[in-house]
């Protein structure tokens, strides 16, 4: 099953660090820490910056799990983590892997 077919589950729990290197696999230029995931993704201006903040917004509201957002002109960085599990989870790969479908629908 892949990853952006899943949907976030309550109370996922912290991944252990092989857990963690397993998912990572299906995840293409994220930076992976105990504690959190990151990925820049770049755009041609800003209007495509905030079509993909909003995506991102609106995806998150529906897995009830959220990112931090640094949004400039034309980028943005995306970090997810589990703050009820003190680290990173099986959600917030679910959400790296949504994030960049995103970018693979605009692009296409």
Request: overall charge negative; some cysteine.
């Amino acid at each position: 099953m892949s990853l952006t077919t899943e949907n976030c589950q309550d109370g996922a729990a912290k991944l252990s660090e092989v857990e963690a290197e397993m998912l990572s696999t299906d995840l293409q230029d994220w930076i992976v820490t105990d504690t959190y995931l990151e990925k820049t993704f770049r755009f041609k201006n800003f209007y495509e910056t905030m079509g993909f903040v909003n995506a991102v917004a609106w995806m998150a509201n529906q897995q009830d799990h959220h990112p931090d957002l640094d949004v400039s002109y034309s980028r943005c960085r995306v970090r997810w983590n589990t703050h009820s599990a003190n680290g990173i989870s099986r959600n917030d790969f679910i959400c790296a892997a949504r994030s960049d479908a995103l970018t693979l629908k605009a692009n296409s």
